[in-house]
């Protein structure tokens, strides 16, 4: 994608936008959702939940949108009556790639990483966590829910989910789809259908969890 497009990726559109580094993203969001809802940016009702999930209100409370920030670029996607997540990582030396794949992730996850060596191992490591990431933040509890509550496996189309703690629902509610962004970079995005009965606004319940161990979240 070129800086400053937009291409749509199953019911989403994604916007790709050059940002400066550690700088706030909220102005530019704002604007970059008011052109796509063709809405004044100031007419938008962007809230946050108790876990700084942004939301859409009122009039565009339909819509969902997220949006992630590496590197000096923003990813933001945004869809209709879906929950999205998206998580975009600069591409940069992880020489502590299987360290951290063995901590969080799930063992079978961990175990494919090791058995890959070199940029692989680090790419694939990157891959598993900006899948991951990005439905965590679709669910909206994000990391502290624990990246080793969600397993994904490799297959020709790319990541795909096949076990996930009972309260992200089931596994195949859920579409994700890994994009490369921009040279350097790459991302994923993660959405299933709104459910009118909870939505992202209802709280997420409780169930038995995937692996057990509670509390493993960290940055890559
Ligand atoms: C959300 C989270 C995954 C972001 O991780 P990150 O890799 O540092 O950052 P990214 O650039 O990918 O995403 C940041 C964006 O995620 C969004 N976000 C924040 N919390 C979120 C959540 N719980 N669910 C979904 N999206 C969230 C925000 O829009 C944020 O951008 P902004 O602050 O510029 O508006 C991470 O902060 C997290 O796991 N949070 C858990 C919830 C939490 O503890 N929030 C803090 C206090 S309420």
Known sequence: MH?????????LRCGWLAHPRRTPSAARVRAWLGTALQVPAGDLVLSRDAHC????????AAFDANWSHSGDHLLVVLGSDVQVGVDLEHVRPRPHALDLARRYYAPEEADWVA??????????????????????????????????????????????????????????????????PG??????????????????????????????????????
């Open 183 to 220: 040279t350097g970079y790459i991302a994923a995005a993660a959405w299933r259908p709104l459910r009118r009965d909870s939505g992202p606004r209802a709280a997420t319940g409780t169930g038995a969890a995937v692996g057990g161990v509670a509390g493993r979240g960290q940055r890559p």
């Open 3 to 11: 800086d400053n497009q937009d291409r749509l990726v199953g019911p």
């Open 53 to 60: 999930r942004p939301q859409l209100g009122g009039a565009q």
């Open 115 to 180: 058995g890959l060596a070199g940029e692989g191992r680090e790419r694939a490591f990157l891959r598993l966590w900006c899948a991951k990431e990005a439905l965590l933040k679709a669910h909206g509890r994000g990391l502290a829910f624990g990246l080793h509550r969600l397993r994904f496996i490799d297959s020709p189309g790319g990541l795909s989910l096949v076990d996930c703690d009972p309260r992200l629902g089931r596994p195949a509610d859920w579409q994700v789809r890994e994009l490369s």
